[in-house]
Structure formats: structure tokens, C-alpha cells
């Protein structure tokens, strides 16, 4: 990952009524929903939280094929 167009900065986020957190990752160019979510380690703040199957979504709107949709610079995965 030395050059920096072969990155991209994303944000993942996770909320409980009590308690939510926020992680910036740097991720390679073409990461997917699903890998951005599994690289966060958001699971390890939330226990019980499997990413592995969660439902997610970029910027509140939910993501159908997570497992598939590609990242783009500034997203954020919730």
C-alpha cells in the first residue's frame, strides 16, 4: 500500500441506543461493504455484533449485495 491512490479513507459506524463508535480505516482500492465492516474490528467494541452476516449500509441506506458493492473515498458503512 505504498502508493496512495491504492487507498481509500472510509469510516464505519456502529450505534446502540447507549452507545455508538466511529473508526476512519484506510482500506485498499476496491474493498467491499462487508470487508470495510470486517477490517473495523467493529465487532470486538460490540459483542454479539456478527459482521460476517450483519445487515449493512453507506450513509443510512441499506446495502443489498454488502458482500459485493464496492467502496468509494469518504463513504461510510453503518
Not at 487507498?7 to 452507545?19: G, H, M, N, P, Q
Not at 461493504?33 to 453507506?58: C, K, N, Y
Amino acid at each position: 500500500m505504498d502508493n496512495p491512490e491504492s487507498v481509500i479513507a472510509v469510516e464505519v459506524v456502529y450505534a446502540l441506543a447507549d452507545k455508538q463508535k466511529l473508526l476512519r480505516l484506510t482500506v485498499p482500492r476496491g474493498t467491499t461493504v462487508r470487508q470495510a465492516a470486517l477490517r473495523s474490528g467493529m465487532d470486538g467494541f460490540f459483542p454479539g455484533l456478527d459482521l460476517a452476516i450483519a445487515p449493512l449500509g453507506i450513509f443510512g441506506k441499506a446495502v443489498p449485495k454488502a458482500d459485493e458493492r464496492v467502496l468509494e473515498e469518504g463513504e461510510r458503512v453503518e
